[in-house]
C-alpha cells in the first residue's frame, strides 16, 4: 500500500490564481481530511469527509473547496488565492472504525505570492 | 477553555534523561487518545495510542492516561537527539468524527 499520497509536493501560486491539491488513499479508508499548519502552528481542520458523496467544514473553510466522488481521492480546491492561505497542506484518512486513528499524507508546501 | 492543550515549550532536556511531555483535555466522555511525533518539515506519525486509565508502554515510550484528571501523558526514558521534534497529543472530539489536537511542544534533546 502506499497509504495516503499527496501531490503536488510543493507549489507557487500568483494571487488570485486557482488550483486543486489531490490526495489520494488506497487503503479504503471511509474518513478523509484536510489540514493546514502554518510555520510553527498546529493544524487546523479546513474539510473532512465521512464516505464518498458527503463532505463537512471544519474550523477554517473559507476560501476552499472540497468533493469526494469516489472513496480514494478527495482534491481541495483554492479558488483566488491569497497570501494568507500559504502553508503546507497535510491531508488524512483513517478507516473509520471505533479507536482507529488517522493516517497523514506528506504535505504540500503551497506558498501564495 | 481549548478543547485539548499541551504544555507549553519549547521543552529541553539533556541526552538520555528523561522528557516529560503532558496533555489535558475537556470533554469528560473522549475514549482515545493518541501521541503524534512530527519532525520539521515533514508530516505527523502516531507513536502512541492509549485507550485505558493507566501506562502503556511502547520501548522508550511510555504514554500514562488518567480519565479522572482528563489528563494524557507521554514518558520518552533515554532520550536521543533523534526524539528531537514536536509531539502532538490528539483526542477525538464528540461523535468521533473529528480528530481534536493540542497545538503541540516542541522538544529539543541536547547531545
Known amino acids: 500500500n502506499a497509504g495516503v499520497t499527496q501531490t503536488p509536493k510543493f507549489r507557487i501560486l500568483k494571487i488570485g490564481q486557482s488550483m486543486t491539491l489531490q490526495c489520494t488513499q488506497d487503503?479504503?479508508?471511509?474518513?478523509m481530511y484536510w489540514y493546514r499548519q502554518d510555520p510553527g502552528m498546529g493544524l487546523k481542520l479546513i474539510y473532512y469527509?465521512?464516505?464518498?458523496?458527503?463532505?463537512d467544514k471544519g474550523e477554517v473553510p473559507n476560501g476552499y473547496n472540497v468533493s469526494r466522488s469516489t472513496t480514494e481521492d478527495f482534491p481541495l480546491r483554492l479558488e483566488l488565492a491569497a497570501p494568507s492561505q500559504t502553508s503546507v497542506y497535510f491531508c488524512?484518512?483513517?478507516?473509520?472504525?471505533?479507536?482507529?486513528?488517522?493516517?497523514f499524507g506528506p504535505g504540500t508546501r503551497l506558498t501564495v505570492l | 477553555q481549548k478543547e485539548v492543550e499541551q504544555n507549553s515549550g519549547p521543552l529541553s532536556v539533556p541526552e538520555g534523561a528523561i522528557a516529560s511531555l503532558n496533555c489535558t483535555y475537556s470533554?469528560?466522555?473522549?475514549?482515545?487518545f493518541f501521541w503524534y511525533r512530527q519532525y520539521s518539515g515533514k508530516s505527523p506519525e502516531l507513536i502512541m495510542s492509549?485507550?485505558?486509565?493507566g501506562d502503556k508502554e511502547d520501548g522508550r515510550f511510555t504514554a500514562q492516561l488518567n480519565k479522572a484528571s482528563q489528563y494524557v501523558s507521554l514518558l520518552i526514558r533515554d532520550s536521543q537527539p533523534s526524539d528531537s521534534a514536536t509531539y502532538l497529543c490528539?483526542?477525538?472530539?464528540?461523535?468521533?468524527?473529528?480528530?481534536?489536537f493540542g497545538q503541540g511542544t516542541r522538544l529539543t534533546i541536547n547531545p
Open positions: 490528539a483526542v477525538w472530539g464528540r461523535g468521533a468524527q473529528k480528530l481534536v
Open positions: 470533554d469528560r466522555g473522549s475514549q482515545s
Open positions: 492509549i485507550y485505558s486509565n
Open positions: 488524512a484518512s483513517r478507516p473509520g472504525l471505533a479507536g482507529d486513528t488517522q493516517y
Open positions: 469527509s465521512v464516505g464518498a458523496g458527503i463532505t
Open positions: 487503503m479504503n479508508h471511509n474518513y
